[in-house]
């Protein structure tokens, strides 16, 4: 399989060079040049099976002929053996075809760690084999960076720079980032919103003298590796829930984009989804792209659901690819240079609300549904949860179709929101307790691609090597 630039300027990659490069040279996004199929039969024998064999049937198919099995399931196991649930991303029931899908059980307590504790062992295999470095440079709103340094932590050939947006994200969120102790993980708080960290990091990226100084890498959602890790968890809750005989519905809290896409991905790998709805805050790029057509990135408005304090969704681009019948010239036309926005096509659109829906939740609503839930059925769940939760109860599926929504994180990273909405204040996971004491070490540098790119040059051991 090979995997091919969403502009179409780039050299097609095999896995392993595609999951180094992150973003294509070109400032496109890698896509394997035709989907892999899981047929019915594949699908039924993987039911009941557990997580880390559905993760291995789909990494596998994304990795063939790059990683062996023996290697594939060794990583794969290391990563879900951090997890704190024997079933990893357990399925809670909470009403009836209303379903929540915990992906909070490992180490940073969002949903990023299924996916990252993958890619880390990964890339450290890849980059072993090579006798090689990297230097990765991410940008988060608080999630993809708190599960880079814990996965990432200590790894001899890889430094990581976390780009956050000060005052921005939750405390725990921040302190899980800037309480790392060992010397390759360095974060960086910027004066700026998710967006601007985005853009330097991609900035960075098509920079190809800095690229090749530094050994760039990314784990960002742009990496097709995260992609392709959190295709399972889609698989796990399907299957259990009577696929490949029975649809089952999703609603995804949306930000980049980036866990709806591995849902999109499923689909078309052969599961069937009966609707993917997006549920976003009041950073409603997405839901109001669904509605009108018309995708117009504003500014970020900060909300009790900072993760998902995004507006320009980066994976967003990898769905117009397939809907423009991968067009890149179209891509590329339309998405290179978005302070304008751009338009979908009216054969997009249609094509899109075939398996899309969205709902939107502002902080009101979302405190609201918190209270809600509590009061339900006792479950205390986070604002992104609760952002999902919303868009379930109000999207239109047919009777009879189960909802899973997808629970992102752990109340606990977002203890005073949290308490706002249910009045009760989330217990505090063991796992936390360190994070909360130590020490915490971050640089301040402002929202410019040149200071990040200084501080990098400063401090990468890939520079010197
Ligand atoms: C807790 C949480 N929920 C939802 C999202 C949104 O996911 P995505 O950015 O992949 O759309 C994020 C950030 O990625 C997150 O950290
Ligand atoms: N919500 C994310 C933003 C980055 O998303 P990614 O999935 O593209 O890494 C975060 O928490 O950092």
Redesign the pocket.
């Known amino acids: 399989m090979q995997y091919i630039s969403t502009r179409g300027g780039a050299e097609p990659l095999g896995f392993c060079d595609a999951t180094l490069t992150g973003l294509a040279p070109d400032g496109g996004l890698f896509v394997p040049d035709a989907y892999p199929t899981l047929d019915p039969a594949t699908l039924q024998s993987l039911a009941g099976q557990p997580f880390e064999t559905m993760a291995h049937a789909v990494l596998s198919r994304f990795a063939a002929g790059e990683l062996t099995d023996d290697e594939l399931k060794a990583d794969i196991d290391a990563a879900m053996g951090t997890f704190a649930h024997p079933a990893r991303t357990p399925l809670v029931q909470i009403g009836p075809n209303q379903f929540i899908l915990e992906l909070f059980h490992g180490p940073t307590l969002?949903f990023?760690d299924v996916a990252m504790q993958t890619l880390a062992r990964l890339m450290d295999r890849i980059l072993s084999q090579r006798g090689r470095r990297a230097t990765i440079v991410?940008?988060?709103?608080?999630?993809?960076?708190a599960a880079a340094a814990d996965a990432f932590r200590g790894r001899s050939a890889i430094d990581l720079f976390i780009l956050y947006p000060d005052g921005r994200v939750s405390d725990v969120q921040r302190r899980q980032m800037t309480t790392i102790a060992d010397d390759n993980v360095h974060t960086l708080a910027v004066a700026g919103d998710?967006d601007d960290c985005q853009r330097i990091v991609k900035a960075l990226f098509v920079d190809r003298e800095f690229n090749e100084r530094v050994a760039m890498s990314g784990?960002?959602?742009?990496n097709w590796a995260?992609v392709a890790a959190q295709i399972t968890y889609y698989l796990f809750a399907a299957l259990t829930l009577g696929a490949p005989h029975r649809k089952v519905a999703f609603s995804v809290p949306t930000?980049?984009f980036?866990?709806i896409l591995a849902g999109y991905v499923a689909h078309k790998m052969g599961l069937p989804v009966e609707q993917l709805i997006i549920a976003t805050n009041q950073n409603d790029i997405l839901d109001r792209t669904l509605k009108t057509g018309r995708y117009m990135p504003g500014r970020v408005s900060p909300s009790t659901s900072p993760?998902?304090d995004?507006q320009v969704s980066?994976?967003f681009e990898r769905l117009v690819f397939d809907l423009s019948g991968r067009n890149a010239a179209s891509v590329k036309e339309r998405l290179a240079d978005l302070s304008g926005g751009f338009e979908l096509t009216a054969p997009e659109l249609a094509e899109m609300r075939t398996l899309f829906s969205s709902g939107r939740s502002d902080d009101e609503e979302t405190r609201k549904v918190i209270g809600e839930i509590y009061a339900e059925t006792g479950l205390i769940v986070d604002t992104h949860t609760a952002v999902g939760l919303k868009a379930a109860r109000e999207a239109k599926v047919p009777d009879g179709t189960p909802v899973v929504t997808l629970s992102t994180a752990h109340p606990a990273k977002f203890p005073d929101a949290v308490e706002a909405g249910c009045g009760r204040r989330p217990e505090q996971p063991e796992r936390l307790a360190e994070v909360m004491s130590s020490p915490e070490r971050s640089t301040r540098v402002a929202a410019d691609v040149k200071a990040v790119a200084d501080i990098v040059l400063e401090r990468s051991r890939a520079v010197a090597a």
């Not at 784990?219 to 742009?222: E, F, H, K, P, Q």
């Open positions: 969002a990023k991410t940008a988060t709103s608080g999630d993809t960076g998710f784990v960002n959602s742009i995260r930000g980049n980036g866990d993760s998902m995004i980066s994976n």
